[in-house]
């Protein structure tokens, strides 16, 4: 497992971290129980992983609980990265809808330390508004009061999660440009470049002082074989408001890509997550998991066998032409 920096904040995160989602929902098409959750995080801190993401309302703190057991007794060996900003304490969610959300100074205290009680700790690593609008990212006081708990030792760095779908390019690029975050979190793979790519040049303007979490590096599972145009996804997997039309296409495209990934003997899998991490930009990629199997998988890609400039950029140009495909989908 290899390690980079995460922006300026001091942290050295594993190249391939654990989203934790799947252990507080079944929005994967799959529900872990409690002991197997456990499992799986234990072997994935076995196997250099130590960058563990969640957020509050994962299960309504399920997600943050379990992290709690597994890694009793070894907090200063792990980093703990969550999220707040949706009132889960007065609404219920049905279905993937969206809660209220309250980012402001108020509910900013209450969060952190319910958060703080779930996780059995003094302090979070990283804490991340969780998918904010742009009112919340232009609150001056909000932001103030993040800094002022990071001089208080409550948490070490704070951050944005952009969501819940691809896109938030306006927020994104405000929040790298004029707050003082160390990461940005967003959806970026190499079939779904944008708004990822305008992030990369903003913190490359930043110094670097902002490092991009990278989540859905799978494009839903289409990236692993998961998911074909053949596949049927019960009504409460996440991956089915993905298109059938689109799939069709990401398909196509993925023959485009064959060539590339076999000139390294790669698999379309290898090719996927070690494009992203060419990118130097990049500080930590968080692949779905549900399995041992998924996280031996991922983990073995970190090794520092990246593709290099005249690779990256022959990608990118492919991806500006639509992978040479007519008919673009959106």
């Keep these: 497992m290899k390690y980079r920096n995460l922006g300026n904040s001091g942290l050295k995160v594993s190249e391939i971290g654990f989203g934790t989602w799947t252990l507080g929902l079944d929005w994967w098409g799959k529900k872990l129980e409690e002991e197997e959750s456990i499992k799986l995080l234990k072997h994935a801190y076995d196997i250099g992983i130590n960058f563990f993401e969640t957020a509050d309302m994962y299960g309504k703190g399920k997600s943050e609980k379990i992290l709690?057991?597994?890694?009793?007794?070894?907090?200063?060996?792990?980093?703990?990265?969550?999220?707040?900003?949706?009132?889960?304490y007065n609404a219920e969610q049905i279905g993937h809808s969206e809660i209220p959300q309250k980012h402001n100074v108020d509910f900013l205290s209450f969060a952190l330390t319910e958060s703080m009680k779930r996780l059995e700790t003094d302090f979070i690593d990283v804490y991340s508004l969780h998918n904010p609008r742009m009112d919340a990212i232009k609150n001056d006081l909000l932001f103030d009061e993040l800094d002022n708990l990071v001089k208080s030792g409550k948490i070490k760095s704070h951050g944005v999660a952009?969501?819940?779908?691809?896109?938030?390019?306006?927020?994104?690029?405000?929040?790298?440009?004029?707050?003082?975050?160390?990461?940005?979190?967003?959806?970026?793979?190499?079939?779904?470049?944008?708004?990822?790519?305008?992030?990369?040049?903003?913190?490359?303007?930043?110094?670097?002082?902002?490092?991009?979490?990278?989540?859905?590096?799978?494009?839903?599972?289409?990236?692993?074989?998961?998911?074909?145009?053949?596949?049927?996804?019960?009504?409460?997997?996440?991956?089915?408001?993905?298109?059938?039309?689109?799939?069709?296409?990401?398909?196509?495209?993925?023959?485009?890509?064959?060539?590339?990934a076999d000139s390294h003997g790669w698999n379309i899998t290898e090719i996927a997550i070690k494009y992203i991490l060419s990118q130097e930009q990049i500080s930590v990629v968080l692949p779905t998991v549900t399995s041992i199997e998924d996280i031996d998988t991922f983990a073995q890609l970190s090794d520092g066998n990246y593709l290099n400039a005249d690779e990256k950029k022959h990608?990118?140009?492919?991806?500006?032409?639509?992978?040479?495909l007519p008919d673009l989908i959106v």
Excluded: C
Aim: no cysteine.
């Design 68 to 88: 709690s057991k597994a890694f009793k007794n070894m907090r200063n060996d792990v980093i703990y990265s969550t999220k707040w900003g949706y009132d889960m």
């Design 315 to 324: 990608i990118e140009q492919m991806y500006e032409k639509n992978f040479y």
């Design 162 to 260: 952009l969501g819940p779908a691809i896109g938030w390019k306006d927020e994104g690029l405000y929040a790298i440009e004029n707050r003082n975050i160390v990461s940005l979190q967003t959806v970026y793979n190499i079939l779904e470049q944008d708004p990822g790519r305008e992030f990369l040049g903003a913190i490359d303007k930043k110094n670097r002082t902002v490092g991009l979490m990278v989540r859905v590096p799978d494009a839903s599972g289409i990236l692993t074989g998961k998911v074909n145009e053949s596949t049927v996804m019960d009504k409460n997997d996440h991956r089915s408001v993905r298109k059938k039309e689109w799939i069709i296409q990401s398909m196509k495209k993925i023959e485009k890509l064959k060539p590339i």
